[in-house]
């Protein structure tokens, strides 16, 4: 493979180099300027405890956590409501309840951090696809913490992000059929 060695591979930017510096280096190369993938991370539209700001997405996660949740994992695209919804439920609600009872109660906390390691992975999903900073915490921290107020600050922010092409928690609307009738003929 001698005679095809035109590749030249992109310059070497360390992590902790600013971005005016990796800027002001490539200048000086004669290697084309490659400029770093991601920006600074962003703030998330609310916080962690904003939870009541959003009575509705503060109700649901409470009541039902699950269906908030699948709902999140469905607009990240991981599949059916269904399908993310049931593992929460089997997860959290399930787990939770057999350790309760069968420990007495001193197992409480564990399945919480079973469910917080499968939804750690979605909230970092979320902070990827809108760059968002890792706050307040790790993903994996918040998660075992806080999880019912996680995936509701999650929910908001894909409802603030989305641009209105989603439609999280809009519930169809059902409308009662036609009254019939049946008519009789002798013939």
């Not at 509705?56 to 991981?78: D, H, R, W, Y």
């Not at 089997?90 to 390691?117: D, E, Q, R, W």
């Amino acid at each position: 493979m001698t005679g095809q060695g035109s590749y030249v591979p992109p310059p070497y930017i360390p992590l902790n180099q600013s971005e005016a510096g990796a800027e002001s280096a490539s200048e000086d190369d004669s290697h084309p300027s490659h400029h770093p993938v991601s920006q600074d991370p962003k703030q998330w539209s609310s916080g962690i405890c904003a939870c009541c700001d959003d009575m509705q997405s503060c109700c649901i996660g409470t009541v039902c956590p699950c269906f908030l949740f699948g709902k999140n994992a469905e607009f990240l695209g991981s599949g059916t409501l269904a399908g993310s919804c049931m593992t929460h439920f089997i997860l959290y609600g399930l787990v939770n309840c057999f350790c309760c009872l069968f420990s007495g109660g001193i197992l409480l906390g564990f399945p919480g951090t079973m469910v917080a390691c499968y939804a750690c992975g979605y909230r970092k999903a979320l902070r990827t696809k809108y760059n968002l900073e890792e706050a307040p915490c790790g993903d994996l921290t918040t998660h075992i913490f806080c999880h019912l107020c996680a995936i509701c600050q999650e929910y908001r922010e894909i409802r603030e992000r989305s641009d209105g092409s989603t439609t999280v928690l809009k519930f169809p609307t059902v409308t009662a059929p036609v009254a019939q009738t049946m008519e009789f003929d002798p013939q």
